[in-house]
């Protein structure tokens, strides 16, 4: 099979790492790439977000199967854009419809969307610019902590949380009325703060039936003790400790099945992978958000803890046989530690060379943001390399993880040394 992997960050190098493993795999192209992929595959410099360019190389080179990383291609109607086209309807596109990618899309089409379905979440609220002042009564009638969202997509940058209710009333004024995130915040979800632990669930789905991947627990903030902005994750581990046989089950029955279910009765094409960011309140789980796509840094720690060929999965995704096909699992643990950019979330430089690649044996390095330079691999992001290890627990990962950390340089990498010890 040729396939095209859109993406170019340490979620679609650990697809591209797994997808080359596979027995029906022929060639595999990743659409833009990074210096890791092109150890899996061959990169071709397509943004993923240039459906024509897409087209017009799926075309070319005869591909069978596209796969989408990220989010922004399926919000924008990838999947749509195959299937309306004559040449590409029987190439399968492994990623929901951009009906059903507006659960990562919109965060009101989710909530009202959980609501109709029964399924756990935060009690909310969602107003525009023109209902402005409703949003601030309903801030009035709730307890701080208050939790603001732009509706859009906003990288990871769209929520906040405040204690505050004068400063609450001015951030959402700001997110509304001068477009604080821009078209993102045009509509603003309020929800009520729900205070607990939490986790990261995934499934892949044809539609009709799922299969449950392992679950994981990513590190977003950039300080130790989760102190500092946000990030787009500083890393991971799998499994969850506290996430044990009864919690989910509940997750299964009142969560998973309720959400699959719920895209079938309403119609949504969906065929891929849903993320469902949870919280964990006193042994109940509850919906955060909804994600179209795999998490990342979770990606790094879930793939690897895969034994079954992907190809295959995606092949019963793609012919709706999901329900047929094997899923199995390494009986380990994985962890993930993310190297970033010194100065990141913020202003960060690029181009600083990195070395000691060649000398890890004992992890699996992911690249997140990097780039050849000839022979030499540089940074071309915040987020740059995940370095992931197994181990018979996740503390025995994890010190393989820093261990093999330790024997990797580049000018003012940083990476925080605390990931997985709330849990362990």
Known sequence: MKVLLLGSGGREHALAWKIAQ??????????????????????????????????????????????VGPEEPLVNGIFDFFQTDEKLRKVPVIGPSKFGAQLEGSKDFAKAFMARHKIPTAKYGTFTAETLNEGMKFLEGMKPPYVLKADGLAAGKG????????????????????QKFGAASSKVVIEQFLDGIELSVFVITDGESFKLLPEAKDYKRIGEGDTGLNTGGMGAISPVPFADSGFMDKVHNRIIVPTVKGLKTEGISYKGFIF???????????????????????????IPRLKSDILDLFEGVASNTLSERDIQFIDKSAATVMMVSGGYPEAYEKGKSIYGLNTIAESIVFHAGTSADG???????????????YGKNVETALEKSYESISKIKFEGAYYRKDIGYDVI
Do not use: W
């Open 159 to 178: 929520v906040l949380i405040l204690k505050d209710l004068s400063e609450a009333k001015s951030e959402l004024k700001s997110m509304l009325q001068h």
């Open 22 to 67: 596979s027995s029906i795999l022929d060639e595999l192209y990743i659409a833009p790439g990074n210096a890791g992929t092109k150890q899996h595959g061959k990169n071709v410099a397509i943004s993923p977000t240039d459906f024509e360019g897409i087209k017009n190389f799926v075309i070319e080179n005869a591909i069978e199967m596209v796969i």
């Open 276 to 302: 469902f960011g949870l919280i964990n309140v006193k042994g109940d789980p509850y919906v955060i958000e909804y994600n179209c796509r795999m998490g990342d840094p979770e990606t790094e720690v879930v």
């Open 375 to 389: 022979p030499s691999i540089v940074s071309s992001g915040g987020r740059v390399l995940t370095v992931t290890s």
